[in-house]
């Protein structure tokens, strides 16, 4: 296949997933558990980094971030913009940075773990910049909010109160769409290598 060929399908291949990433995340705001709505657009952003490594990942995450800056990120913008922009950012980029490492790491020893694992990671890397966002930026804020919803501890509010219900409802529906990762990537490569 000649490099136009594949530079093409490339350019294709990422319109496509970061359209689907941008309609998948403005469709999220309709689903709102407590304050945010929920991140299911980790399926994309993990076929992109399996497909075509970190720099695929990053890109698409931070399409995923941007997204969420002018969606769902008001409550923190009118308290610290600089460290809403640091924050949403960095959780999006890093998650599609993570999602290719670790698919990368494991994709030879198996492809179904390699999808899980890439999915896992990407949400966990979501989830723990989220938190240290949090602390850095908002720390004041997140302490009224905590006192205010009847935690006692700042940090079991983090998880169970601000970020807990969202990450046990993304994680296993993000989980079991990596199945569909599995079938997608090897799609994507066996007619990659029917084009060779």
């Not at 970190?54 to 800056?69: D, E, I, M, Q, R």
């Not at 910049?129 to 009847?150: D, K, P, S």
């Not at 940090?155 to 599995?182: C, D």
């Amino acid at each position: 296949m000649s490099k136009t060929s594949e530079k093409t399908r490339f350019l294709t291949v990422m319109g496509i997933l970061t359209a689907i990433v941008v309609v998948m995340q403005a469709m999220a705001i309709g689903i709102r558990l407590g304050q945010f709505s929920v991140a299911l657009v980790i399926v994309p952003i993990v076929v992109g980094a399996a497909l075509y490594g970190w720099k695929a990942g990053a890109w698409l995450g931070f399409v995923f971030s941007v997204v969420v800056l002018f969606t769902d990120s008001a409550a923190f913008m009118t308290i610290n913009a600089f460290g809403t922009v640091v924050t949403v950012i960095l959780k999006g980029t890093l998650a599609g940075v993570a999602a290719a490492v670790v698919y990368r790491l494991l994709e030879k020893k198996n492809a179904w773990l390699a999808a899980i694992a890439a999915a896992l990671a990407a949400q966990l890397v979501n989830k723990a910049i989220f938190l240290l966002g949090c602390a850095v930026f908002f720390f004041g804020t997140i302490r009224e909010w905590a006192a205010g919803a009847g935690y006692e501890s700042i940090v079991l509010y983090l998880f169970f109160g601000l970020t807990g219900l969202n990450f046990l409802v993304e994680t296993p529906i993000n989980i079991l769409l990596s199945t569909a990762i599995v079938r997608i990537v090897d799609i994507a490569r066996n007619i990659r290598a029917s084009k060779a």
